[in-house]
């Protein structure tokens, strides 16, 4: 007589297990989608301004290299000096290596990304997986943000200042335009003003924010060294971008005083800063043109030296930036 031997019950998974399993499925699934996801938005933007692309490597053939070289290397500085921004913005030390990687890599995605957005993105979420809480990592970057702004304008008035004939101010900004732009800033204050005072939300959101930033602000300043780095690379940040289009004018030619060139830059960024598009890719462009033809330059000139700042500044760190953010998503850096 043949006897049935009836096989012993599985052990049962842990229900803790199976619930994990599809949520860690689909959290390496997303993982991989944002790890290439960089490279994609490269090629499309790439693609759509190819023919941009393609002029200003034209004109850096016929460029003087050492100072292209001075260019590239200004270029390198501006990472390191963003990465001292982000450092002195914080009471925690970061890890140094992996900010400046970090910086590298968001500058690839704020030319993805409308202008600010992808830096600071980028960032938010590096000082949130280096243990700040999401608010005290938004007002650190709310102070990033304002100490740049702050030494930008600084810097520009001091040159206005020194230079008063760098630009020619009336071919920048037509009489006509005066009054609508003043109009509509002032539309947007009151629109903002009256939102804080209708909506309660909003309100006490905007205000539990100012106290957590003016508490990190106080903090940082309580430390020479934190409040000298926040300061110094908010100086630096500016002056080597700066420096950087002041060399490619030099390579090419442009008879236009490097003083000049340095206002002419800081004065053309202050005015793109409001312009949301991707990286300032086509604003940036436009306004650097129009602040070197105010300070003298040549148009023809003017129009190469800014494509091939341009090539040296965005397009050639875009890949490298690219695969950076990748790798820096896929080893949970950011």
């Excluded at 990472?79 to 030390?93: D, F, I, L, S």
């Excluded at 609508?180 to 905007?206: E, S």
Aim: one cysteine or more; glycine letters at 8%; a positive charge.
């Amino acid at each position: 007589m043949t006897v049935l031997r009836i096989p012993p019950e599985l052990p049962e998974l842990p229900e803790e297990l199976g619930k994990r399993t599809p949520r860690r499925f689909a959290a390496r699934y997303v993982r991989q989608v944002l790890c290439l996801l960089p490279l994609a938005l490269v090629l499309v933007v790439a693609v759509r301004h190819w023919s941009v692309l393609a002029e200003g490597i034209g004109h850096l053939r016929s460029a003087e290299w050492p100072w292209l070289l001075a260019a590239g290397c200004a270029t390198c500085l501006t990472w390191v000096a963003a990465a001292v921004t982000r450092q002195g913005a914080v009471v925690e030390r970061l890890p140094a290596r992996r900010l400046l990687a970090t910086q590298f890599a968001a500058g690839a995605a704020n030319h993805l990304l409308p202008t600010g957005l992808g830096a600071s993105a980028v960032n938010l979420r590096f000082m949130t997986v280096c243990g700040l809480t999401l608010a005290r990592s938004s007002a650190a970057l709310a102070l990033y943000l304002l100490a740049e702004s702050i030494m930008r304008v600084a810097l520009l008035l001091t040159l206005l200042l020194v230079f008063p004939n760098a630009l020619r101010v009336g071919s920048l900004v037509p009489d006509a335009a005066i009054g609508p732009l003043l109009i509509a800033l002032g539309a947007a204050a009151c629109v903002a003003v009256a939102a804080l005072f209708l909506v309660r939300r909003l309100r006490t959101a905007v205000l539990s924010f100012l106290r957590t930033a003016l508490g990190e602000a106080r903090s940082v300043h309580t430390k020479p060294a934190r409040a000298m780095a926040l300061w110094g690379g908010s100086l630096a940040f500016p002056v080597l971008q700066a420096s950087g289009l002041a060399a490619v004018g030099l390579a090419l030619g442009l008879d236009v005083p490097v003083m000049h060139m340095i206002v002419a830059y800081l004065a053309a960024t202050v005015a793109v800063a409001m312009v949301p598009t991707p990286g300032g890719i086509g604003s940036v462009e436009a306004a650097l043109i129009i602040a070197l033809v105010a300070a003298g330059g040549a148009a023809a000139v003017a129009t190469a030296v800014v494509l091939a700042y341009r090539i040296i500044t965005v397009w050639l760190p875009l890949l490298p930036g690219a695969l950076t953010l990748g790798a820096l998503v896929r080893l949970k850096v950011i």
